[in-house]
Protein backbone atom coordinates (compact mmCIF):
# COMPACT_ATOMS: atom_id res chain seq x y z
CA UNK A 1 0.00 0.00 0.00
CA UNK A 2 2.30 2.52 -1.13
CA UNK A 3 -0.22 5.62 -1.25
CA UNK A 4 -1.60 4.83 2.27
CA UNK A 5 -2.15 7.86 3.72
CA UNK A 6 -3.82 7.31 7.24
CA UNK A 7 -3.38 4.20 9.23
CA UNK A 8 -5.87 4.41 12.34
CA UNK A 9 -5.37 0.99 14.64
CA UNK A 10 -6.51 1.52 18.41
CA UNK A 11 -7.68 -1.76 19.53
CA UNK A 12 -5.49 -4.01 17.73
CA UNK A 13 -3.09 -6.20 19.73
CA UNK A 14 0.04 -7.54 17.83
CA UNK A 15 2.95 -9.79 18.94
CA UNK A 16 5.38 -7.85 16.78
CA UNK A 17 5.67 -4.27 14.65
CA UNK A 18 5.20 -4.25 11.13
CA UNK A 19 7.87 -5.00 8.65
CA UNK A 20 7.02 -2.39 5.94
CA UNK A 21 5.08 1.31 6.41
CA UNK A 22 4.54 3.27 3.77
CA UNK A 23 6.65 6.72 3.23
CA UNK A 24 3.43 8.17 2.10
CA UNK A 25 1.54 8.02 5.42
CA UNK A 26 -0.37 11.45 6.41
CA UNK A 27 -1.87 10.58 9.45
CA UNK A 28 -0.93 7.73 12.37
CA UNK A 29 -2.49 6.38 15.49
CA UNK A 30 -1.58 3.06 16.69
CA UNK A 31 -2.40 2.59 20.35
CA UNK A 32 0.04 -0.21 21.94
CA UNK A 33 2.27 0.06 18.88
CA UNK A 34 4.18 -3.26 19.52
CA UNK A 35 8.00 -2.75 19.22
CA UNK A 36 10.55 0.02 20.03
CA UNK A 37 11.11 1.02 16.32
CA UNK A 38 9.63 1.38 13.18
CA UNK A 39 10.94 -0.39 10.17
CA UNK A 40 14.27 1.00 8.80
CA UNK A 41 13.18 2.20 5.66
CA UNK A 42 10.26 4.02 6.81
CA UNK A 43 11.15 7.92 6.14
CA UNK A 44 8.08 9.69 7.22
CA UNK A 45 8.85 12.81 5.90
CA UNK A 46 5.04 13.83 4.91
CA UNK A 47 3.55 12.81 8.63
CA UNK A 48 1.66 15.52 10.12
CA UNK A 49 -0.16 13.85 12.86
CA UNK A 50 1.61 10.87 15.12
CA UNK A 51 -0.12 9.48 18.09
CA UNK A 52 1.22 6.46 19.97
CA UNK A 53 -0.47 5.92 23.15
CA UNK A 54 0.87 3.57 25.74
CA UNK A 55 3.92 3.11 23.51
CA UNK A 56 6.87 1.60 24.09
CA UNK A 57 9.47 4.08 22.99
CA UNK A 58 11.99 5.43 25.41
CA UNK A 59 13.54 8.96 24.84
CA UNK A 60 16.34 7.88 22.95
CA UNK A 61 14.15 6.26 20.20
CA UNK A 62 12.05 9.28 20.34
CA UNK A 63 14.64 11.07 19.63
CA UNK A 64 15.66 9.29 16.40
CA UNK A 65 12.34 9.03 15.14
CA UNK A 66 12.08 13.06 15.67
CA UNK A 67 14.87 13.64 13.39
CA UNK A 68 12.73 12.12 10.60
CA UNK A 69 9.50 14.22 11.42
CA UNK A 70 9.94 17.40 8.83
CA UNK A 71 6.38 18.39 8.55
CA UNK A 72 4.70 17.06 11.87
CA UNK A 73 1.69 18.98 13.89
CA UNK A 74 0.37 16.80 15.97
CA UNK A 75 2.92 14.31 18.37
CA UNK A 76 0.77 12.48 21.29
CA UNK A 77 2.86 9.75 23.71
CA UNK A 78 0.32 9.44 26.47
CA UNK A 79 0.39 7.19 28.70
CA UNK A 80 4.08 5.77 27.31
CA UNK A 81 5.24 3.90 30.66
CA UNK A 82 9.14 4.28 29.75
CA UNK A 83 9.15 7.61 28.26
CA UNK A 84 11.62 9.12 30.89
CA UNK A 85 12.71 12.62 28.91
CA UNK A 86 11.15 14.59 26.20
CA UNK A 87 13.65 14.90 23.98
CA UNK A 88 14.85 17.76 21.79
CA UNK A 89 12.25 18.87 19.23
CA UNK A 90 14.16 22.36 18.11
CA UNK A 91 13.98 20.58 14.46
CA UNK A 92 10.20 20.41 14.96
CA UNK A 93 9.09 23.61 13.20
CA UNK A 94 5.88 23.40 12.93
CA UNK A 95 4.32 21.79 15.84
CA UNK A 96 1.14 22.82 16.92
CA UNK A 97 0.26 19.94 19.66
CA UNK A 98 2.39 18.19 22.11
CA UNK A 99 0.91 15.29 24.60
CA UNK A 100 2.55 13.21 26.74
CA UNK A 101 -0.30 12.81 29.17
CA UNK A 102 0.14 10.15 31.84
CA UNK A 103 3.75 9.16 31.06
CA UNK A 104 3.71 8.73 35.15
CA UNK A 105 7.87 8.15 34.68
CA UNK A 106 8.61 11.16 33.01
CA UNK A 107 11.05 13.47 35.10
CA UNK A 108 12.85 15.87 32.72
CA UNK A 109 11.61 18.42 29.19
CA UNK A 110 13.96 19.39 27.20
CA UNK A 111 14.25 23.23 27.08
CA UNK A 112 13.78 23.43 23.48
CA UNK A 113 9.83 22.69 23.83
CA UNK A 114 9.67 25.83 25.68
CA UNK A 115 10.85 27.81 22.29
CA UNK A 116 8.20 26.13 19.49
CA UNK A 117 6.74 29.01 17.09
CA UNK A 118 3.53 27.26 16.41
CA UNK A 119 3.30 25.37 19.29
CA UNK A 120 -0.64 26.14 20.53
CA UNK A 121 -1.59 23.08 23.05
CA UNK A 122 0.83 21.35 25.71
CA UNK A 123 -0.34 18.07 27.67
CA UNK A 124 1.57 16.86 30.57
CA UNK A 125 -1.53 16.59 33.12
CA UNK A 126 -1.07 13.54 35.25
CA UNK A 127 2.95 12.85 35.08
CA UNK A 128 3.61 12.58 38.37
CA UNK A 129 7.51 12.89 38.51
CA UNK A 130 8.48 15.87 36.73
CA UNK A 131 10.05 18.18 38.86
CA UNK A 132 10.60 21.10 36.52
CA UNK A 133 9.82 23.24 33.08
CA UNK A 134 11.82 24.90 30.92
CA UNK A 135 11.08 28.74 30.59
CA UNK A 136 9.00 29.55 27.92
CA UNK A 137 8.66 32.02 24.71
CA UNK A 138 5.58 30.04 22.95
CA UNK A 139 3.71 33.28 21.01
CA UNK A 140 1.19 30.68 19.86
CA UNK A 141 0.07 28.88 22.71
CA UNK A 142 -3.56 28.65 23.78
CA UNK A 143 -3.61 25.28 26.06
CA UNK A 144 -1.40 24.49 28.77
CA UNK A 145 -2.55 21.58 30.98
CA UNK A 146 -0.50 20.32 33.74
CA UNK A 147 -2.94 19.61 36.57
CA UNK A 148 -2.03 16.63 38.64
CA UNK A 149 2.01 16.65 38.44
CA UNK A 150 2.56 16.75 42.30
CA UNK A 151 6.61 16.78 42.14
CA UNK A 152 6.03 20.34 39.89
CA UNK A 153 7.12 22.47 42.75
CA UNK A 154 7.66 25.73 40.21
CA UNK A 155 5.59 27.10 37.59
CA UNK A 156 8.13 27.88 34.43
CA UNK A 157 9.33 31.64 33.54
CA UNK A 158 7.67 32.98 30.76
CA UNK A 159 10.39 34.91 29.21
CA UNK A 160 8.37 36.90 26.13
CA UNK A 161 4.80 37.84 25.68
CA UNK A 162 2.45 34.95 25.25
CA UNK A 163 -1.01 36.93 24.70
CA UNK A 164 -2.89 33.65 23.15
CA UNK A 165 -3.11 31.74 26.35
CA UNK A 166 -6.71 31.05 27.02
CA UNK A 167 -6.88 27.98 29.54
CA UNK A 168 -4.10 27.09 32.14
CA UNK A 169 -4.79 23.85 34.64
CA UNK A 170 -2.29 23.71 37.37
CA UNK A 171 -4.81 21.64 39.85
CA UNK A 172 -3.00 19.00 42.41
CA UNK A 173 0.47 20.27 41.78
CA UNK A 174 3.50 21.09 44.05
CA UNK A 175 3.39 24.56 43.44
CA UNK A 176 3.41 26.84 46.19
CA UNK A 177 3.70 30.37 44.02
CA UNK A 178 3.50 32.24 40.57
CA UNK A 179 6.34 34.38 39.47
CA UNK A 180 6.23 37.65 38.51
CA UNK A 181 6.60 36.93 34.66
CA UNK A 182 3.28 35.16 35.02
CA UNK A 183 1.86 38.36 34.15
CA UNK A 184 3.27 37.81 30.40
CA UNK A 185 0.14 35.46 29.99
CA UNK A 186 -2.19 38.63 29.49
CA UNK A 187 -4.64 36.70 27.21
CA UNK A 188 -5.34 34.14 29.94
CA UNK A 189 -9.10 33.68 30.63
CA UNK A 190 -9.51 30.73 32.54
CA UNK A 191 -7.33 29.50 35.25
CA UNK A 192 -7.62 26.15 37.74
CA UNK A 193 -5.06 26.25 40.71
CA UNK A 194 -7.48 24.12 43.12
CA UNK A 195 -5.47 21.60 45.05
CA UNK A 196 -1.66 23.32 45.48
CA UNK A 197 -0.12 24.26 48.27
CA UNK A 198 -0.56 27.98 47.20
CA UNK A 199 -1.33 29.52 50.76
CA UNK A 200 -3.08 33.12 49.81
CA UNK A 201 -4.27 34.38 46.55
CA UNK A 202 -1.03 35.50 44.37
CA UNK A 203 -1.21 38.96 43.36
CA UNK A 204 -0.38 38.61 40.39
CA UNK A 205 -3.96 37.17 39.78
CA UNK A 206 -5.23 40.49 40.20
CA UNK A 207 -2.86 41.60 37.10
CA UNK A 208 -4.35 39.82 34.53
CA UNK A 209 -6.52 42.09 32.34
CA UNK A 210 -8.83 39.60 30.68
CA UNK A 211 -8.94 36.67 33.24
CA UNK A 212 -12.25 35.84 33.78
CA UNK A 213 -12.53 32.48 36.09
CA UNK A 214 -10.28 31.46 38.39
CA UNK A 215 -10.65 28.13 40.60
CA UNK A 216 -8.43 27.62 43.75
CA UNK A 217 -10.39 25.53 45.33
CA UNK A 218 -8.61 24.11 48.91
CA UNK A 219 -6.38 26.80 49.57
CA UNK A 220 -4.89 26.81 52.92
CA UNK A 221 -4.60 30.32 54.03
CA UNK A 222 -5.86 30.33 58.07
CA UNK A 223 -4.26 33.08 59.73
CA UNK A 224 -1.85 34.80 56.71
CA UNK A 225 -2.53 38.05 55.76
CA UNK A 226 -1.05 39.65 52.70
CA UNK A 227 2.24 41.69 53.36
CA UNK A 228 1.61 45.77 53.40
CA UNK A 229 4.27 46.29 50.26
CA UNK A 230 2.10 43.64 48.70
CA UNK A 231 -1.03 45.09 49.15
CA UNK A 232 -0.27 48.44 47.77
CA UNK A 233 1.61 47.16 44.45
CA UNK A 234 -1.92 45.89 43.50
CA UNK A 235 -3.73 48.63 44.68
CA UNK A 236 -3.20 50.28 41.22
CA UNK A 237 -4.05 47.27 39.17
CA UNK A 238 -7.48 46.54 40.92
CA UNK A 239 -9.57 48.12 38.31
CA UNK A 240 -8.26 46.35 35.56
CA UNK A 241 -8.95 43.00 36.94
CA UNK A 242 -11.72 41.18 34.54
CA UNK A 243 -12.15 38.16 37.25
CA UNK A 244 -16.14 37.65 37.18
CA UNK A 245 -15.76 33.89 38.33
CA UNK A 246 -14.17 32.66 42.02
CA UNK A 247 -14.44 29.03 43.21
CA UNK A 248 -12.75 28.89 46.64
CA UNK A 249 -14.26 25.73 47.68
CA UNK A 250 -13.25 23.79 50.36
CA UNK A 251 -10.56 26.14 51.69
CA UNK A 252 -9.20 27.15 54.76
CA UNK A 253 -9.87 29.91 54.40
CA UNK A 254 -9.50 33.22 57.31
CA UNK A 255 -12.08 35.73 57.51
CA UNK A 256 -9.71 38.95 57.30
CA UNK A 257 -7.75 37.37 54.10
CA UNK A 258 -11.25 37.11 52.29
CA UNK A 259 -11.60 40.71 53.07
CA UNK A 260 -8.69 42.15 51.86
CA UNK A 261 -8.32 40.21 48.90
CA UNK A 262 -11.84 40.21 47.46
CA UNK A 263 -11.62 44.14 46.54
CA UNK A 264 -9.00 43.12 43.96
CA UNK A 265 -11.60 41.88 41.72
CA UNK A 266 -14.49 45.05 41.51
CA UNK A 267 -16.09 42.67 38.64
CA UNK A 268 -16.99 39.45 40.60
CA UNK A 269 -20.27 38.12 39.83
CA UNK A 270 -19.74 34.34 41.50
CA UNK A 271 -18.24 33.34 44.36
CA UNK A 272 -18.10 29.92 45.26
CA UNK A 273 -17.36 29.23 49.67
CA UNK A 274 -18.72 25.92 49.31
CA UNK A 275 -17.43 23.78 52.63
CA UNK A 276 -15.27 26.84 53.24
CA UNK A 277 -14.02 27.80 56.84
CA UNK A 278 -15.24 31.26 56.00
CA UNK A 279 -17.54 32.41 59.07
CA UNK A 280 -18.38 35.98 57.94
CA UNK A 281 -18.90 37.69 54.99
CA UNK A 282 -17.10 40.65 54.27
CA UNK A 283 -18.66 44.24 53.89
CA UNK A 284 -16.81 45.19 50.78
CA UNK A 285 -19.10 41.77 49.20
CA UNK A 286 -21.93 44.96 49.05
CA UNK A 287 -19.74 46.41 46.33
CA UNK A 288 -19.93 43.93 43.92
Keep these: MKNL ?17 PNSLRIMEWWRYPSTCFPSDFHPKKLSILKLPSSPFDSFQLDNLFKKLNVIKVLKFDNSEFLKEIPNVSNLFNLQELSFRGCTNLTRIHSSVGNLGKLEIINAERCHNLRTLPSMNLPSLKILLLSYCFRLEKFPEIVGKMENVEMLCLKSTGIKDLPLSFQNLSGLLNLFLGGNKIEMIPSVISMMPKLSRFDIDGINC ?17 SSSSVRFISLRSSKLSDDLLAQQLPWFP ?19 QEF
Design 267 to 285: NLKSLDLTGSDITIIPECI
Design 5 to 21: KTLIIRNGYFSEGPKYL
Design 222 to 238: HDRLVPQEEKEGVEGMV
